[in-house]
């Protein structure tokens, strides 16, 4: 176990804007920096703070759900600065890091290394052990750095450079798939790189009682006699996404309905405020982005969640699957490829391919449709423990603290 009370910064690397009025992000729990300082801190005996860019010139702390939340002021860089890095710069933000890490000797912990606030970070600190956290990210290739595009080359090639600076670290870093495992070994970093996800908090996601789903379809009317198919394909600063499937969406609701003689719901979120309305018109349930709250209301209503994952998708298992396992849905989906025991998946739902031609679409449609004509074949508190093994907050903590003890 680690010594008692033992700091740990958790720090992501941009602002989040808040969901409610006059309410921080976190207080909706937004952001794996606060949910991974929030876990730590229940689950591991650690102490966490939980940091972030705050999206203006003013610093912000509040206490919420015994968390510590810093966020720190955010200046926007000049034209001229932007075609090297990102617009949305903390210096504040790696020099408090480096405060507490040299006071309390704390344990840095950075979301997502490929970013401009990351890269300050790893810089003040690359004497220091550390843990980075991947968040799927892809690593920056040479020939995007030859295209006939200033602004692109300059970036990229700012990116490369950038990407030395992994080999360098000290500690250990946790990656969502087993591609980027593989590439940072090749790179030769000193850390040592562990395939360990993100996770999701198993206490308090449980596969609702039969009582419990009739009364949410009523609330949010969906029909009792239903089968409900659920997605998420919202992607950080998009509004209308390929990597997850979205331009697909319209034709498997109609081809879904073409093959099945079922009643059959199609839900939709995470889509930009014009695709609500387009895909609406077309008879899909559709939402923007939710309160996490209420999307997990929507899963428990439903019957099975499906991602429809392009192969750009570089994202791992991702966190949307993790909560419909740990509800007890069955996944049909291209990501559970990498799920660590394959020879289990068919308990979990399917596997696919991922989608990028005819075929693809087209294994697709037939996996999701098995799915559909099978559901009661599917053991909710099965698919949920064999999830908890991988996916839980506990299981995180136990690679935590066996990574933390090495440090």
């Known amino acids: 176990m680690p010594r008692p009370m033992r700091y740990v910064v958790s720090v992501l690397h941009h602002s989040i804007p808040s969901i409610r009025p006059g ?71 790696a020099q408090l890091t480096e405060y507490l890490v040299k006071r309390h000797e704390a344990v840095p912990y950075i979301h997502e290394y490929r970013a401009l606030n990351s890269e300050l970070i790893i810089r003040r600190l690359i004497n220091y052990p550390m843990i980075l956290q991947h968040h799927g990210s892809r690593p920056p290739m040479l020939r995007n750095a030859l295209r006939p595009d200033l ?79 659920t997605t998420y394909t919202g992607v950080f600063g998009e509004e209308f996404s390929t990597l997850k499937g979205t331009h697909l969406i319209a034709r498997l609701w109609k081809d879904l309905r073409r093959v099945l003689n079922i009643r059959l719901m199609l839900m939709v979120t995470g889509l930009g405020e014009a695709w609500v309305k387009a895909f609406r018109e077309l008879g899909i349930v559709a939402y923007g982005f939710l309160p996490h709250k209420t999307f997990i209301e929507l899963l428990k209503a439903s019957d099975a969640y499906f991602l429809m994952a392009t192969p750009g998708y570089y994202g791992g298992i991702g966190v949307a699957v993790m909560e419909a396992l740990a509800l007890g849905k069955p996944v ?23 989608v990028s031609n005819e075929d693809d679409y087209y294994e697709f449609l037939k996996a999701l449709t098995y799915i559909v004509e099978n559901i009661n074949n599917y053991k909710s508190e099965l698919i949920r423990s064999l999830a908890y093994r991988h996916y839980s907050w506990e299981s995180f903590i136990k690679n935590f603290i066996q990574v933390i003890n090495k440090l």
């Open 151 to 229: 602004i692109s080359d300059v970036k990229e090639l700012s990116k490369i450079r950038r990407e030395t600076l992994l080999k360098r670290v000290k500690g250990a870093i946790f990656v969502i798939n087993r591609v980027e495992k593989e590439y940072l070994e090749s790179l030769g970093v000193d850390a040592e790189v562990m395939v360990r996800t993100m996770a999701v908090d198993f206490n308090e996601l449980k596969p609702p009682s039969m009582e419990e789903k009739r009364k949410l379809r009523i609330k949010y009317g969906i029909p009792e006699d239903a089968v409900v198919l």
């Open 332 to 354: 049909v989906s291209p990501t559970l490829t990498d799920y660590p025991e394959l020879r289990e998946v068919k308990y979990l739902g399917a596997v696919t391919e991922y």
């Open 23 to 93: 309410a921080l992000a976190e207080e909706d729990d937004v952001g794996w920096h606060f949910r991974a300082a929030k876990a730590l801190t229940r689950y591991g005996g650690f102490k966490a703070v939980a940091m972030r860019p705050s999206g203006s010139e003013d610093y912000l702390t509040k206490i919420i759900e015994d968390v510590p939340v810093v966020l720190t002021p955010t200046i926007n860089l000049s034209p001229s600065r932007r075609l090297l890095k990102w617009s949305e710069y903390s210096p504040a933000l």
